[in-house]
């Protein structure tokens, strides 16, 4: 059953009330491209905003590869596929709306609640299959096509992110270097060595995707991505698994050689032949009603300023926001919510004014003596400065022994620089024993679930800081406060970037910086694929 708390999340500080005259009812996610928002059309068609991040937006490669691709997915009208309504590549954000799909992903299906029947891949594989025959006749190749692509409505299958995704990914993979595109798990092999792209190449990740459905798993199985991928260029996959009905199909569609691989057309003929009498008398809607769970009540349109939270001066979140639901309340209680919401957006704004300003005062108070002080955290780029005070014989990151603070005047900065954080294991900021360790029994865990990925804390508290670099000793004090609420212990790191800084203070009084160094969390929903680097500054209680 769909949760509407789980699939609608109330808009938070650091989302914008309105973009490109859309004006935002909830957050529906976050993904490699961006963050991800329900609106209405002005007629009240609900539809799905997705708002490029700002890395990518920086990027003038970006942009024109983004806007390249947006008039190719305006081409593509189809029955089973998300339709592109809208865009704007050289907005400020870029960003782009499709119409709303009620229902889960495939992934999150799956998730809950286990490996699909038989009848219910077949009508998935057919309904994907007409979908790419409508991308490919665009004239798109798909691409990416995996598990979280793929949107369950009550009535069929919805292809989403087609060639959209694309510009995202050659972003990132040229700044790393790499050649391949796509998600390793559902990578057709001459995706995995960077040959040449065709639809043939979608027809491969369809045939992992109905095996994934079948399975409940990865049909090459999960790891680090070189694993994976060797698997799929090296060996034939294991078919012995699937249901027999499936296997014929799903040899053809997995075949290395992308010549000899089923079409579409072909993949819609030979599932039709398989339903036989469930086609002709319509049993795929009950399927997908099984499949896909009760649809969660969609919020009504936003129609006036103060229903959304306002925007902040800065885009950095100051405070995290509790997180409620979105119910389907009875309209007597409509008026009520309403003042509610606008008290709350006015509380929320006089807050970070009022914070705000604080800071500023103290940044300024203390900017000409902060800096010749060995207390002063350095810039992000530049971690061994924020050292150049630590005590001779005071450990690094993994080393022998534990800093301690000094015997008079203020505490002294300890720098424990590229930290690495994945979901295998988790980051100490305590004194006593600081840095990384192969469990999950650390203070910082980085956490990636349905929606991305995220710092959380069982202890510590956390808080994102905004503005220019060089966040102080000062600085983290005044906004950690003395906070002891659970909301500051889950960070979301969608809108992170490089040099994006988190104060942490420990349950022992210590108090650590953050600074990202670098972030790879665009394939949140593929295991292991996941990480961050951080330069770590410890200060000592006092």
Same mark, same amino acid.
Request: contains cysteine; charged residues 20%; hydrophobic residues 40%.
């Given at each position: 059953?769909?949760?509407?708390?789980?699939?609608?999340?109330?808009?938070?500080?650091?989302?914008? *009330?309105?973009?490109?005259?859309?004006?935002?009812?909830?957050?529906?996610? =976050?993904?490699?491209?961006? %963050? @991800?928002?329900?609106?209405?059309?002005?007629?009240?068609? &609900?539809?799905?905003?997705?708002?490029?991040?700002?890395?990518?937006?920086?990027?003038?490669?970006?942009?024109?590869?983004?806007?390249?691709?947006?008039?190719?997915?305006?081409?593509?009208?189809?029955?089973?596929? =998300?339709?592109?309504?809208?865009?704007?590549?050289?907005?400020?954000?870029?960003?782009? #709306?499709?119409?709303?799909?009620?229902?889960?992903?495939?992934?999150?299906?799956?998730?809950?609640?286990?490996? $699909?029947?038989?009848?219910?891949?077949?009508?998935?594989?057919?309904?994907?299959? !007409?979908?790419?025959?409508?991308? /490919?006749?665009?004239?798109?190749?798909?691409?990416?096509?995996?598990?979280?692509?793929?949107?369950? =409505?009550?009535?069929?299958?919805?292809?989403?992110?087609?060639?959209?995704?694309?510009?995202?990914?050659?972003?990132?993979?040229?700044?790393?270097?790499? #050649?391949?595109?796509?998600?390793?798990?559902?990578?057709? &092999?001459?995706?995995?060595?960077?040959?040449?792209?065709?639809?043939?190449?979608?027809?491969?990740?369809?045939?992992?995707?109905?095996?994934?459905?079948?399975?409940?798993?990865?049909?090459?199985?999960?790891?680090?991505?070189?694993?994976?991928?060797?698997?799929?260029? /090296?060996?034939?996959?294991?078919?012995?698994? $699937?249901?027999?009905?499936?296997?014929?199909?799903?040899?053809? +569609?997995?075949?290395?050689?992308?010549?000899?691989?089923?079409? *579409?057309?072909?993949?819609?003929?030979? +599932?039709?032949?398989?339903?036989?009498?469930?086609?002709?008398?319509?049993?795929?809607?009950?399927?997908?009603?099984? @499949?896909?769970?009760?649809?969660?009540?969609?919020?009504?349109?936003?129609?006036?300023?103060?229903?959304?939270?306002?925007?902040?001066?800065?885009?950095?979140?100051?405070? =995290?926001?509790?997180?409620?639901?979105?119910?389907?309340?009875?309209?007597?209680?409509?008026?009520?919510? %309403?003042?509610?919401?606008?008290?709350?957006?006015?509380?929320?704004?006089?807050?970070?004014?009022?914070?705000?300003?604080? @800071?500023?005062?103290?940044?300024?108070?203390?900017?000409?003596?902060?800096?010749?002080?060995?207390?002063?955290?350095?810039?992000?780029?530049?971690?061994?400065?924020?050292?150049?005070?630590?005590?001779?014989? #005071?450990?690094?990151?993994?080393?022998?022994?534990?800093?301690? &603070?000094?015997?008079?005047?203020? &505490?002294?900065?300890?720098?424990?620089?590229?930290?690495?954080?994945? !979901?295998?294991?988790?980051?100490?900021? /305590?004194?006593?024993?600081?840095?990384?360790?192969?469990?999950?029994?650390?203070?910082?865990?980085?956490?990636?679930?349905?929606?991305? +990925?995220?710092?959380?804390?069982?202890?510590?508290?956390?808080?994102?800081?905004?503005?220019?670099?060089?966040?102080? $000793?000062?600085?983290?004090?005044?906004?950690?406060?003395?906070?002891?609420?659970?909301?500051?212990?889950?960070?979301?790191?969608?809108?992170?970037?490089?040099?994006?800084?988190? +104060? @942490?203070? /420990?349950?022992?009084?210590?108090?650590?910086?953050?600074?990202?160094?670098?972030?790879?969390?665009?394939?949140?929903?593929?295991?292991?694929?996941?990480?961050?680097?951080?330069?770590?500054?410890?200060?000592?209680?006092?």
């Amino acid at each position: 059953m769909n949760d509407a708390a789980e699939v609608f999340q109330p808009l938070q500080v650091d989302d914008p *009330p309105v973009i490109a005259g859309y004006r935002l009812a909830a957050r529906l996610g =976050a993904g490699g491209m961006g %963050r @991800v928002y329900l609106s209405h059309t002005a007629g009240g068609r &609900p539809v799905a905003i997705k708002v490029v991040r700002p890395e990518l937006a920086d990027d003038p490669d970006f942009r024109r590869r983004f806007g390249r691709e947006i008039k190719a997915a305006r081409r593509v009208r189809g029955a089973y596929t =998300a339709e592109l309504i809208d865009a704007d590549a050289d907005g400020t954000p870029p960003w782009l #709306a499709t119409l709303y799909v009620p229902g889960p992903s495939l992934a999150e299906a799956v998730h809950r609640r286990g490996p $699909l029947p038989v009848p219910a891949v077949l009508w998935l594989m057919a309904g994907v299959a !007409e979908a790419l025959q409508a991308i /490919h006749a665009a004239g798109i190749v798909h691409r990416d096509l995996k598990p979280s692509n793929v949107l369950l =409505a009550a009535d069929g299958p919805r292809v989403i992110d087609f060639g959209i995704s694309l510009a995202a990914d050659l972003t990132a993979y040229t700044a790393t270097g790499a #050649a391949a595109i796509g998600t390793p798990q559902f990578m057709a &092999p001459e995706q995995a060595v960077a040959g040449e792209i065709t639809p043939a190449t979608d027809v491969f990740a369809l045939g992992q995707t109905a095996a994934f459905a079948a399975l409940g798993e990865p049909l090459y199985g999960n790891g680090p991505a070189a694993t994976v991928l060797y698997r799929i260029v /090296h060996s034939a996959p294991d078919l012995s698994r $699937l249901p027999e009905p499936l296997r014929p199909l799903l040899a053809r +569609c997995l075949t290395t050689d992308p010549a000899q691989r089923a079409t *579409p057309a072909e993949i819609v003929e030979w +599932c039709r032949g398989q339903l036989g009498t469930q086609t002709d008398a319509g049993g795929g809607p009950a399927v997908w009603r099984e @499949v896909a769970g009760s649809e969660a009540t969609i919020p009504e349109p936003v129609s006036a300023p103060g229903a959304a939270l306002t925007k902040p001066l800065h885009t950095q979140p100051l405070i =995290a926001p509790v997180r409620t639901t979105v119910p389907a309340a009875p309209q007597q209680r409509s008026s009520r919510r %309403r003042r509610i919401a606008a008290s709350t957006a006015a509380a929320v704004t006089a807050g970070v004014l009022l914070i705000t300003g604080l @800071v500023w005062q103290a940044r300024q108070n203390g900017d000409d003596d902060s800096r010749d002080r060995d207390t002063t955290s350095s810039s992000s780029s530049t971690p061994d400065a924020a050292a150049s005070g630590q005590s001779k014989g #005071a450990s690094s990151a993994g080393g022998a022994g534990s800093p301690s &603070p000094s015997a008079s005047g203020p &505490p002294r900065a300890h720098a424990y620089p590229q930290e690495r954080l994945d !979901e295998d294991n988790s980051l100490y900021i /305590h004194v006593a024993k600081p840095g990384t360790r192969d469990d999950r029994k650390g203070d910082i865990r980085l956490s990636c679930k349905e929606i991305g +990925c995220a710092l959380v804390s069982d202890s510590s508290h956390m808080v994102q800081m905004y503005g220019d670099p060089g966040t102080t $000793l000062d600085d983290c004090k005044l906004f950690l406060g003395g906070a002891k609420e659970d909301r500051f212990r889950d960070w979301p790191l969608a809108a992170a970037a490089a040099g994006t800084e988190y +104060c @942490v203070k /420990h349950p022992s009084g210590d108090i650590a910086l953050l600074v990202i160094q670098q972030k790879s969390t665009a394939m949140w929903d593929t295991p292991g694929m996941s990480a961050v680097t951080v330069d770590m500054t410890v200060w000592a209680a006092t």
